[in-house]
C-alpha cells in the first residue's frame, strides 16, 4: 500500500488544522491534483455516528478503553471506506487527525498506554502509517481561550478536560514527535495563517 500521498494534521483544541487543511487543500487542486480532504472521528456516515457516542457529552460515564475502541473503529470504517481507495486511486488525502490523536489523547493523556493503543489501531488500518504528519503545536492556554472565543463550535466531551489534561496531549505529541522524528513535522501554530500555509506547503512539496 503506497501511503505516499496521505498526510495528516494533529494538534490540540484551537490548534487552527482545519483553516491549514483548507487553504492546502485548495492549493493542489489550483494545480490540478485530485484531493480528498476529510477528518476523524468521522469523514463518512458509519464514523460519523461514532462520532456522535464518542463525543456525545451527556456519555460521562464512557471507559477510557471503550473511548479508544471507538475511535479506532470509526477509523477503520474510514479508512477502509474513504481513506484507502483514494490512495489507490493516486489522489491527495488531507486528514484533520488520525492515529496520533489516539496515541497522544487516549495512549498518553488518558494513560492506556502508547504501544497498547497503537496495537488496536494497527488492526484497524492495516499497519498504514501516513508518509507526513504536520503537528500544528500550540500551548493549550492559548488553544482554549481560542476556542472559547468561537461561539459557533460545538464544545465536546473532550473540551471539557482540564488544562493538566490539554498539557498532557502537548507532552504526547512531542513524545510521538521524538518517536517517529522523519514522519511527524511540528509546526509553530502561533504564527499567522498565511505564514503557516506557506510553511506546511513548502514541506509537504519536500516529500
Ligand atoms: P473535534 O470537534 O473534531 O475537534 P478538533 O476540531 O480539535 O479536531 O473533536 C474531536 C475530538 O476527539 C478532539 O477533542 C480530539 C479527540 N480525538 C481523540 O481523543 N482521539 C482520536 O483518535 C481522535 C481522532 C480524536
Redesign the pocket.
Known amino acids: 500500500m503506497n501511503n505516499q500521498g496521505f498526510i495528516t494534521f494533529e494538534?490540540?483544541?484551537?490548534?487552527g488544522?482545519?483553516t491549514l487543511i483548507q487553504a492546502i487543500a485548495c492549493h493542489y487542486e489550483q494545480q490540478g491534483r485530485q484531493v480528498v480532504a476529510t477528518?476523524?472521528?468521522?469523514g463518512i456516515d458509519i464514523a460519523e455516528q461514532i462520532?456522535e457516542i464518542?463525543?456525545n457529552r451527556s456519555n460521562t460515564a464512557m471507559d477510557g478503553r471503550t473511548?479508544?475502541l471507538l475511535?479506532?473503529a470509526?477509523?477503520r470504517q474510514h479508512w477502509i471506506e474513504r481513506i484507502k481507495p483514494a490512495l489507490i486511486r493516486g489522489e491527495l488525502v488531507l486528514c484533520?487527525?488520525?492515529?496520533?490523536?489516539?496515541?497522544?489523547?487516549?495512549g498518553y493523556?488518558?494513560g492506556l498506554g502508547v504501544d497498547e493503543v497503537y496495537n488496536i489501531?494497527q488492526f484497524a488500518t492495516e499497519g498504514v502509517l501516513p508518509s507526513l504528519t504536520i503537528w500544528l503545536d500550540l500551548d493549550p492556554e492559548i488553544g482554549l481561550a481560542r476556542?472559547a472565543d468561537n461561539q459557533q463550535?460545538?464544545v465536546?466531551?473532550?473540551?471539557l478536560e482540564n488544562l493538566e489534561f490539554h498539557q498532557r496531549?502537548r507532552q504526547g505529541y512531542q513524545l510521538l514527535a521524538e518517536r517517529y522524528p522523519d514522519r511527524i513535522y511540528r509546526i509553530h501554530a502561533d504564527q499567522p495563517v498565511e505564514q503557516l500555509i506557506q510553511i506546511a506547503i513548502a514541506r509537504i512539496d519536500q516529500k
Request: charged content about 35%.
Open positions: 494538534g490540540g483544541e484551537g490548534s488544522k482545519t477528518r476523524e472521528p468521522g462520532r464518542i463525543l473511548e479508544a475511535y479506532a470509526a477509523r484533520d487527525r488520525f492515529i496520533d490523536s489516539s496515541l497522544a489523547y487516549q493523556a488518558r489501531n476556542i463550535r460545538e465536546n466531551r473532550l473540551d496531549i
